[in-house]
Protein backbone atom coordinates (compact mmCIF):
# COMPACT_ATOMS: atom_id res chain seq x y z
CA UNK A 1 0.00 0.00 0.00
CA UNK A 2 2.57 2.66 0.84
CA UNK A 3 5.02 1.22 -2.14
CA UNK A 4 2.19 2.10 -4.29
CA UNK A 5 1.29 5.36 -2.75
CA UNK A 6 4.66 6.54 -3.04
CA UNK A 7 4.69 5.43 -6.74
CA UNK A 8 1.99 8.16 -7.22
CA UNK A 9 3.64 10.80 -5.17
CA UNK A 10 6.61 10.16 -7.08
CA UNK A 11 4.78 10.75 -10.21
CA UNK A 12 3.37 13.68 -8.82
CA UNK A 13 7.09 14.79 -8.00
CA UNK A 14 8.20 14.20 -11.29
CA UNK A 15 5.94 16.51 -13.21
CA UNK A 16 6.48 19.16 -10.48
CA UNK A 17 10.15 19.12 -10.95
CA UNK A 18 10.63 19.10 -14.52
CA UNK A 19 13.20 21.76 -15.29
CA UNK A 20 10.58 24.04 -17.06
CA UNK A 21 7.70 23.76 -14.34
CA UNK A 22 9.15 24.17 -10.51
CA UNK A 23 12.79 25.30 -11.15
CA UNK A 24 11.82 27.61 -14.17
CA UNK A 25 9.35 29.16 -12.12
CA UNK A 26 11.87 30.17 -9.30
CA UNK A 27 14.57 31.11 -11.20
CA UNK A 28 11.93 33.55 -13.38
CA UNK A 29 10.59 34.60 -10.30
CA UNK A 30 13.73 35.51 -9.21
CA UNK A 31 14.33 37.45 -12.52
CA UNK A 32 11.55 38.98 -12.34
CA UNK A 33 11.68 40.57 -8.79
CA UNK A 34 15.18 41.73 -9.63
CA UNK A 35 14.26 43.24 -12.53
CA UNK A 36 11.48 45.65 -10.66
CA UNK A 37 14.38 45.90 -7.58
CA UNK A 38 16.60 46.91 -9.55
CA UNK A 39 19.33 43.88 -8.20
CA UNK A 40 19.10 44.67 -4.37
CA UNK A 41 20.88 41.86 -4.43
CA UNK A 42 24.26 43.35 -6.13
CA UNK A 43 23.59 46.90 -5.22
CA UNK A 44 23.10 46.67 -1.60
CA UNK A 45 25.18 43.58 -0.51
CA UNK A 46 27.23 46.33 1.30
CA UNK A 47 23.89 47.84 2.88
CA UNK A 48 23.29 44.18 3.85
CA UNK A 49 26.20 43.00 5.86
CA UNK A 50 25.76 47.10 7.65
CA UNK A 51 22.26 46.07 8.89
CA UNK A 52 23.52 42.61 9.79
CA UNK A 53 25.78 44.59 12.42
CA UNK A 54 22.68 46.19 13.94
CA UNK A 55 21.17 45.91 17.64
CA UNK A 56 17.09 45.08 17.80
CA UNK A 57 15.33 48.50 18.22
CA UNK A 58 13.97 47.14 21.45
CA UNK A 59 17.01 45.46 24.11
CA UNK A 60 16.23 42.09 24.19
CA UNK A 61 14.29 41.39 21.38
CA UNK A 62 15.09 39.16 18.37
CA UNK A 63 18.18 41.38 16.49
CA UNK A 64 18.40 40.88 12.42
CA UNK A 65 21.51 38.40 12.73
CA UNK A 66 19.26 36.09 14.96
CA UNK A 67 16.47 35.91 12.58
CA UNK A 68 19.29 34.89 10.05
CA UNK A 69 20.48 32.59 12.30
CA UNK A 70 17.16 30.77 12.40
CA UNK A 71 17.08 30.71 8.90
CA UNK A 72 19.93 29.29 7.91
CA UNK A 73 19.74 26.87 10.57
CA UNK A 74 16.43 25.45 8.62
CA UNK A 75 17.90 25.78 4.89
CA UNK A 76 21.70 24.22 5.73
CA UNK A 77 20.63 20.73 6.39
CA UNK A 78 21.79 17.10 5.30
CA UNK A 79 20.68 18.28 1.14
CA UNK A 80 23.79 20.43 1.21
CA UNK A 81 25.98 17.74 1.20
CA UNK A 82 23.73 14.74 -0.07
CA UNK A 83 21.50 16.62 -2.31
CA UNK A 84 24.68 18.74 -3.96
CA UNK A 85 26.25 15.05 -4.60
CA UNK A 86 23.69 13.74 -6.06
CA UNK A 87 23.55 17.03 -8.26
CA UNK A 88 27.02 16.31 -9.31
CA UNK A 89 26.82 13.00 -9.74
CA UNK A 90 23.32 13.05 -12.10
CA UNK A 91 24.04 16.28 -13.56
CA UNK A 92 27.70 17.14 -13.89
CA UNK A 93 30.34 19.01 -12.63
CA UNK A 94 28.18 22.06 -14.25
CA UNK A 95 25.39 21.59 -11.74
CA UNK A 96 27.31 24.17 -9.59
CA UNK A 97 27.25 27.13 -11.78
CA UNK A 98 23.96 27.01 -12.23
CA UNK A 99 23.31 26.52 -8.71
CA UNK A 100 24.97 29.91 -8.26
CA UNK A 101 22.77 31.25 -10.64
CA UNK A 102 19.94 29.77 -9.33
CA UNK A 103 20.82 31.50 -5.66
CA UNK A 104 21.97 35.11 -7.42
CA UNK A 105 18.40 35.54 -8.82
CA UNK A 106 16.81 34.04 -5.87
CA UNK A 107 17.97 36.69 -3.52
CA UNK A 108 15.53 38.89 -4.97
CA UNK A 109 12.54 36.50 -4.04
CA UNK A 110 14.10 36.17 -0.47
CA UNK A 111 14.09 40.46 -0.22
CA UNK A 112 10.70 40.47 -1.18
CA UNK A 113 9.03 37.84 0.92
CA UNK A 114 10.89 38.67 3.92
CA UNK A 115 9.87 42.21 3.58
CA UNK A 116 6.55 41.26 2.91
CA UNK A 117 6.47 39.19 6.36
CA UNK A 118 8.14 42.15 8.08
CA UNK A 119 5.25 44.80 7.10
CA UNK A 120 2.49 41.97 7.81
CA UNK A 121 4.24 41.17 11.20
CA UNK A 122 2.48 41.23 14.17
CA UNK A 123 3.45 41.32 17.87
CA UNK A 124 2.38 39.10 21.26
CA UNK A 125 1.69 40.97 24.53
CA UNK A 126 5.19 40.27 25.26
CA UNK A 127 6.05 42.25 22.26
CA UNK A 128 7.75 39.23 20.28
CA UNK A 129 7.29 39.79 16.79
CA UNK A 130 6.00 36.93 14.88
CA UNK A 131 4.48 36.37 10.76
CA UNK A 132 4.97 34.87 7.61
CA UNK A 133 3.52 33.77 4.71
CA UNK A 134 -0.13 32.87 5.98
CA UNK A 135 -0.09 36.15 7.71
CA UNK A 136 0.54 38.54 4.35
CA UNK A 137 -1.75 36.22 2.84
CA UNK A 138 -5.06 36.94 5.23
CA UNK A 139 -3.57 40.68 6.10
CA UNK A 140 -2.95 41.80 2.57
CA UNK A 141 -5.09 40.07 0.73
CA UNK A 142 -7.60 39.16 3.11
CA UNK A 143 -7.67 35.45 1.99
CA UNK A 144 -7.35 33.25 5.29
CA UNK A 145 -8.50 30.47 3.78
CA UNK A 146 -4.91 30.81 1.43
CA UNK A 147 -3.35 31.48 4.93
CA UNK A 148 -4.68 28.14 6.67
CA UNK A 149 -4.13 26.18 3.40
CA UNK A 150 0.08 27.51 3.67
CA UNK A 151 0.02 27.02 7.13
CA UNK A 152 -0.99 23.67 6.86
CA UNK A 153 1.43 22.36 4.09
CA UNK A 154 4.15 23.67 6.30
CA UNK A 155 3.14 21.76 9.45
CA UNK A 156 2.63 18.65 6.96
CA UNK A 157 6.12 19.32 5.06
CA UNK A 158 8.39 20.26 8.24
CA UNK A 159 7.04 18.30 10.79
CA UNK A 160 6.42 15.33 9.28
CA UNK A 161 8.64 15.64 6.46
CA UNK A 162 12.23 17.36 6.93
CA UNK A 163 12.46 16.95 9.98
CA UNK A 164 11.74 13.18 10.12
CA UNK A 165 14.34 13.08 7.27
CA UNK A 166 17.01 15.12 9.03
CA UNK A 167 16.96 12.38 11.67
CA UNK A 168 17.06 9.56 9.25
CA UNK A 169 19.72 10.92 7.81
CA UNK A 170 21.67 11.64 11.23
CA UNK A 171 21.76 8.24 12.12
CA UNK A 172 22.30 7.00 8.32
CA UNK A 173 25.87 8.98 8.87
CA UNK A 174 26.55 6.24 11.29
CA UNK A 175 26.39 3.55 8.96
CA UNK A 176 29.34 3.18 7.74
CA UNK A 177 31.29 2.42 10.77
CA UNK A 178 32.08 -0.81 12.04
CA UNK A 179 30.13 -0.63 15.32
CA UNK A 180 26.70 0.24 13.38
CA UNK A 181 24.01 -2.05 14.75
CA UNK A 182 20.03 -2.34 14.93
CA UNK A 183 20.26 -0.30 17.74
CA UNK A 184 22.07 2.69 16.45
CA UNK A 185 19.11 3.62 14.60
CA UNK A 186 17.31 3.73 17.92
CA UNK A 187 19.94 5.41 19.91
CA UNK A 188 20.99 8.10 17.28
CA UNK A 189 17.51 8.83 17.36
CA UNK A 190 16.82 9.29 20.79
CA UNK A 191 19.97 11.58 21.77
CA UNK A 192 18.47 13.78 18.96
CA UNK A 193 14.90 13.60 20.27
CA UNK A 194 15.96 14.72 24.10
CA UNK A 195 18.21 17.51 22.74
CA UNK A 196 15.80 19.06 20.30
CA UNK A 197 12.74 18.31 22.98
CA UNK A 198 15.40 20.64 26.19
CA UNK A 199 15.93 22.91 22.63
CA UNK A 200 12.13 23.49 22.13
CA UNK A 201 10.65 23.18 25.32
CA UNK A 202 13.15 26.47 27.05
CA UNK A 203 11.08 28.21 24.76
CA UNK A 204 11.67 30.68 21.35
CA UNK A 205 14.03 33.08 22.24
CA UNK A 206 16.26 30.47 24.03
CA UNK A 207 16.52 28.48 21.08
CA UNK A 208 17.47 32.04 18.41
CA UNK A 209 19.90 32.29 21.27
CA UNK A 210 21.86 28.48 20.97
CA UNK A 211 21.61 28.89 17.10
CA UNK A 212 23.44 32.32 16.89
CA UNK A 213 26.29 30.39 18.71
CA UNK A 214 26.00 26.67 16.83
CA UNK A 215 24.97 27.77 12.98
CA UNK A 216 27.87 30.15 12.47
CA UNK A 217 30.56 27.90 14.20
CA UNK A 218 29.29 24.86 12.39
CA UNK A 219 29.27 26.64 8.74
CA UNK A 220 32.50 28.31 9.24
CA UNK A 221 34.36 24.70 10.12
CA UNK A 222 32.64 23.21 7.63
CA UNK A 223 34.10 26.19 5.21
CA UNK A 224 37.34 25.67 6.43
CA UNK A 225 37.97 21.62 5.84
CA UNK A 226 36.89 22.55 2.43
CA UNK A 227 39.21 24.98 1.80
CA UNK A 228 41.69 22.86 3.44
CA UNK A 229 40.95 20.68 0.49
CA UNK A 230 40.95 22.81 -2.44
CA UNK A 231 44.38 23.87 -1.15
CA UNK A 232 45.98 21.08 -1.02
CA UNK A 233 44.87 19.75 -4.69
CA UNK A 234 45.22 23.42 -5.36
CA UNK A 235 47.07 21.98 -8.86
CA UNK A 236 43.80 20.72 -9.73
CA UNK A 237 42.17 24.35 -10.41
CA UNK A 238 42.08 24.36 -13.88
CA UNK A 239 40.63 21.06 -14.34
CA UNK A 240 37.90 21.05 -11.93
CA UNK A 241 36.94 24.87 -12.99
CA UNK A 242 37.30 23.77 -16.42
CA UNK A 243 34.98 20.78 -16.28
CA UNK A 244 32.35 23.15 -14.15
CA UNK A 245 32.35 25.76 -17.01
CA UNK A 246 32.72 23.25 -19.94
CA UNK A 247 29.66 21.17 -18.26
CA UNK A 248 27.43 24.36 -17.43
CA UNK A 249 27.38 25.54 -21.02
CA UNK A 250 28.00 22.22 -23.08
CA UNK A 251 24.31 23.15 -24.42
CA UNK A 252 23.87 19.95 -26.99
CA UNK A 253 24.06 17.86 -24.11
CA UNK A 254 21.93 20.35 -21.73
CA UNK A 255 19.23 20.51 -24.08
CA UNK A 256 19.69 16.88 -25.78
CA UNK A 257 18.74 15.18 -21.96
CA UNK A 258 17.32 18.66 -20.18
CA UNK A 259 15.72 16.48 -17.78
CA UNK A 260 18.85 14.91 -16.39
CA UNK A 261 21.48 18.24 -17.28
CA UNK A 262 23.51 20.01 -15.20
CA UNK A 263 20.99 22.86 -15.72
CA UNK A 264 17.81 21.02 -14.29
CA UNK A 265 19.88 19.43 -11.01
CA UNK A 266 21.70 22.94 -10.51
CA UNK A 267 18.99 24.89 -10.57
CA UNK A 268 16.92 22.36 -8.90
CA UNK A 269 19.40 21.81 -5.89
CA UNK A 270 20.05 25.71 -5.72
CA UNK A 271 15.89 26.51 -5.54
CA UNK A 272 15.62 24.00 -3.19
CA UNK A 273 18.30 24.40 -1.09
CA UNK A 274 18.07 28.03 -0.57
CA UNK A 275 14.27 27.92 -0.31
CA UNK A 276 13.71 31.36 -1.69
CA UNK A 277 10.50 31.83 -2.83
CA UNK A 278 8.83 29.26 -1.06
CA UNK A 279 7.45 30.69 1.63
CA UNK A 280 9.14 29.17 4.59
CA UNK A 281 12.33 31.61 5.85
CA UNK A 282 9.91 34.51 6.15
CA UNK A 283 8.58 33.04 9.38
CA UNK A 284 12.25 33.73 10.72
CA UNK A 285 12.40 36.67 8.63
CA UNK A 286 9.10 38.20 10.73
CA UNK A 287 10.49 37.33 14.28
CA UNK A 288 13.54 40.37 13.92
CA UNK A 289 13.06 43.67 16.16
CA UNK A 290 14.20 46.17 13.37
CA UNK A 291 12.95 49.57 12.59
CA UNK A 292 12.49 49.45 8.68
CA UNK A 293 11.04 45.96 6.94
CA UNK A 294 13.56 46.48 3.76
CA UNK A 295 16.24 45.75 6.20
CA UNK A 296 15.18 42.29 7.13
CA UNK A 297 14.63 41.85 3.33
CA UNK A 298 18.30 42.70 2.82
CA UNK A 299 19.42 40.36 5.65
CA UNK A 300 17.32 37.50 4.27
CA UNK A 301 19.03 37.44 0.71
CA UNK A 302 22.81 36.89 2.51
CA UNK A 303 20.93 33.65 4.00
CA UNK A 304 20.27 32.53 0.12
CA UNK A 305 23.88 33.49 -0.32
CA UNK A 306 25.19 31.47 2.96
CA UNK A 307 23.27 28.68 1.88
CA UNK A 308 24.05 28.13 -1.90
CA UNK A 309 27.21 30.26 -2.70
CA UNK A 310 29.02 28.97 0.72
CA UNK A 311 27.76 26.12 2.17
CA UNK A 312 26.77 23.88 -1.25
CA UNK A 313 30.28 25.13 -2.96
CA UNK A 314 32.40 23.60 0.03
CA UNK A 315 30.32 20.58 -0.93
CA UNK A 316 30.71 20.37 -4.36
CA UNK A 317 35.02 21.59 -3.72
CA UNK A 318 35.30 18.89 -1.03
CA UNK A 319 34.16 16.27 -3.91
CA UNK A 320 35.45 17.70 -7.15
CA UNK A 321 38.83 19.07 -5.51
CA UNK A 322 39.32 15.18 -3.86
CA UNK A 323 40.25 14.17 -7.47
CA UNK A 324 36.80 11.50 -7.63
CA UNK A 325 35.02 11.41 -10.62
CA UNK A 326 31.17 12.16 -10.41
CA UNK A 327 28.67 9.10 -11.68
CA UNK A 328 25.22 8.35 -11.18
CA UNK A 329 25.64 5.34 -9.60
CA UNK A 330 27.77 6.86 -6.48
CA UNK A 331 24.95 9.39 -6.49
CA UNK A 332 24.21 10.94 -2.76
CA UNK A 333 26.41 9.49 -0.03
CA UNK A 334 28.56 7.71 -1.89
CA UNK A 335 30.39 10.19 -3.61
CA UNK A 336 30.63 12.83 -0.89
CA UNK A 337 32.15 9.83 1.24
CA UNK A 338 34.76 8.83 -1.09
CA UNK A 339 35.70 12.49 -1.83
CA UNK A 340 36.25 13.20 1.96
CA UNK A 341 38.11 9.93 2.58
CA UNK A 342 40.72 10.43 -0.61
CA UNK A 343 41.38 13.80 0.43
CA UNK A 344 41.49 14.14 3.96
CA UNK A 345 42.12 10.13 4.87
CA UNK A 346 40.32 8.74 7.98
CA UNK A 347 39.36 12.42 9.17
CA UNK A 348 37.07 12.40 6.42
CA UNK A 349 34.66 9.97 7.57
CA UNK A 350 34.62 11.61 10.81
CA UNK A 351 34.13 15.40 9.67
CA UNK A 352 31.39 13.90 7.43
CA UNK A 353 29.69 12.08 10.03
CA UNK A 354 29.61 15.17 12.60
CA UNK A 355 28.87 17.43 9.58
CA UNK A 356 25.29 15.41 8.41
CA UNK A 357 24.86 15.27 12.38
CA UNK A 358 25.17 19.19 13.35
CA UNK A 359 23.39 20.25 9.78
CA UNK A 360 20.67 17.59 10.51
CA UNK A 361 20.34 19.25 14.35
CA UNK A 362 20.13 22.68 13.54
CA UNK A 363 17.60 22.35 10.85
CA UNK A 364 15.34 20.54 13.59
CA UNK A 365 15.44 23.04 15.00
CA UNK A 366 14.58 25.89 12.35
CA UNK A 367 12.23 23.43 11.11
CA UNK A 368 10.58 23.82 13.75
CA UNK A 369 10.04 27.47 14.73
CA UNK A 370 8.51 27.75 11.33
CA UNK A 371 5.71 24.71 12.32
CA UNK A 372 5.13 26.47 15.66
CA UNK A 373 4.32 30.20 13.58
CA UNK A 374 2.00 28.72 11.27
CA UNK A 375 0.41 26.77 14.82
CA UNK A 376 -0.31 30.33 16.00
CA UNK A 377 -1.73 31.27 13.04
CA UNK A 378 -4.18 28.35 12.84
CA UNK A 379 -5.39 29.12 16.72
CA UNK A 380 -5.22 32.82 16.27
CA UNK A 381 -3.56 33.64 19.24
CA UNK A 382 -0.53 32.40 20.97
CA UNK A 383 -1.35 28.50 22.19
CA UNK A 384 -1.99 27.49 25.23
CA UNK A 385 1.12 26.16 27.52
CA UNK A 386 -0.92 22.83 27.71
CA UNK A 387 -1.27 22.40 24.06
CA UNK A 388 2.60 23.84 23.19
CA UNK A 389 3.51 21.21 25.69
CA UNK A 390 1.66 18.85 23.71
CA UNK A 391 2.65 19.74 20.63
CA UNK A 392 6.82 19.98 21.56
CA UNK A 393 6.71 16.71 22.46
CA UNK A 394 4.98 15.24 19.80
CA UNK A 395 7.50 17.25 17.49
CA UNK A 396 10.57 15.20 19.74
CA UNK A 397 8.52 11.56 19.05
CA UNK A 398 8.71 12.29 15.81
CA UNK A 399 12.28 13.20 15.36
CA UNK A 400 12.75 10.21 17.45
CA UNK A 401 10.41 8.27 14.73
CA UNK A 402 12.61 9.51 11.37
CA UNK A 403 15.52 7.86 12.37
CA UNK A 404 13.89 4.31 12.82
CA UNK A 405 11.18 4.40 10.48
CA UNK A 406 11.75 6.80 7.90
CA UNK A 407 10.68 5.67 4.03
CA UNK A 408 11.18 6.85 0.56
CA UNK A 409 7.69 8.19 0.96
CA UNK A 410 8.32 11.09 3.34
CA UNK A 411 11.16 11.90 1.32
CA UNK A 412 9.21 12.28 -1.94
CA UNK A 413 6.09 13.65 0.23
CA UNK A 414 8.26 16.16 1.64
CA UNK A 415 9.30 17.49 -2.05
CA UNK A 416 5.40 17.80 -3.33
CA UNK A 417 4.68 19.24 0.07
CA UNK A 418 7.44 22.31 -0.46
CA UNK A 419 6.18 22.60 -4.25
CA UNK A 420 2.45 23.38 -3.19
CA UNK A 421 3.81 25.61 -0.56
CA UNK A 422 5.75 27.49 -3.97
CA UNK A 423 2.65 27.41 -5.63
CA UNK A 424 0.38 29.01 -3.34
CA UNK A 425 3.46 31.81 -1.80
CA UNK A 426 5.02 32.69 -5.23
CA UNK A 427 1.25 34.23 -7.05
CA UNK A 428 0.94 36.04 -3.50
CA UNK A 429 4.47 37.87 -3.64
CA UNK A 430 3.85 38.79 -7.68
CA UNK A 431 1.22 40.32 -6.83
CA UNK A 432 2.55 41.59 -3.31
CA UNK A 433 5.60 42.96 -5.39
CA UNK A 434 4.16 46.62 -5.10
CA UNK A 435 4.35 47.04 -1.02
CA UNK A 436 7.80 45.59 -0.92
CA UNK A 437 9.34 48.13 -3.95
CA UNK A 438 7.59 50.91 -1.89
CA UNK A 439 9.16 49.79 1.50
CA UNK A 440 12.63 49.39 -0.87
CA UNK A 441 12.57 53.03 -1.96
CA UNK A 442 11.34 54.64 0.88
CA UNK A 443 14.48 53.03 2.89
CA UNK A 444 16.81 54.15 0.29
CA UNK A 445 15.73 57.32 -0.33
CA UNK A 446 15.88 57.84 3.76
CA UNK A 447 19.18 56.57 3.30
CA UNK A 448 20.09 59.20 0.59
CA UNK A 449 18.53 61.96 3.18
CA UNK A 450 21.13 61.15 5.76
CA UNK A 451 17.79 59.87 7.75
CA UNK A 452 17.88 56.72 10.32
CA UNK A 453 15.18 55.06 8.15
CA UNK A 454 11.82 54.47 9.60
CA UNK A 455 9.19 52.56 8.35
CA UNK A 456 5.45 53.88 8.46
CA UNK A 457 3.11 51.85 6.61
CA UNK A 458 0.31 54.29 5.29
CA UNK A 459 2.56 57.18 4.21
CA UNK A 460 3.27 53.63 2.05
CA UNK A 461 0.34 52.68 0.94
CA UNK A 462 -0.10 50.04 3.43
CA UNK A 463 -3.28 50.18 5.38
CA UNK A 464 -3.63 46.77 6.95
CA UNK A 465 -0.21 46.47 8.71
CA UNK A 466 -0.52 46.31 12.40
CA UNK A 467 2.86 46.92 13.60
CA UNK A 468 3.82 50.06 11.55
CA UNK A 469 1.11 52.87 12.14
Known amino acids: MLDQIDGAVKLVDGVLYQP ?8 LAGLYFSV ?13 FRVLREKPVAPGSVSSYGALMLSVASRVNPGNILGVSAALCLGGAGAIFWMWIAAIFGAASAFVEATLAQI ?11 GGPAYYMQMALGQRWLGVLFALLVMLAYLLGFNMLASYHAQEAFSGYAFYTGMTPLIVGGVLALLFAVCVLSGT ?3 IGLLKIVVPIMTLCYLVVSLVVLFTHLSLFPQVF ?16 LTGSCLAWGIRRGACSSEAGMGAAPHAAAAAD ?4 AKQGLVEMLGVYIDTLLVCTATAFLCLFS ?3 PAPEAAGAAYVQSGVQSALGGFGAVFLTVSVCLFAFT ?8 VESCLRFLCRREPGKAVLLIFRVLAAALVFAGAIFSTALVHDAALLLQALMLLCNLPVLVILTKPAMAALRDYEWQKRKDRLPVYRAEANGVKTSECWK
Open 36 to 48: RLRFPQFRLLGEA
Open 205 to 207: KRL
Open 323 to 325: GQT
Open 242 to 257: GSIFRSAFDFKAIFGG
Open 363 to 370: SLLGNYYY
Open 290 to 293: VAHP
Open 20 to 27: WFVPLLLL
Open 120 to 130: FKKRDEAGNCF
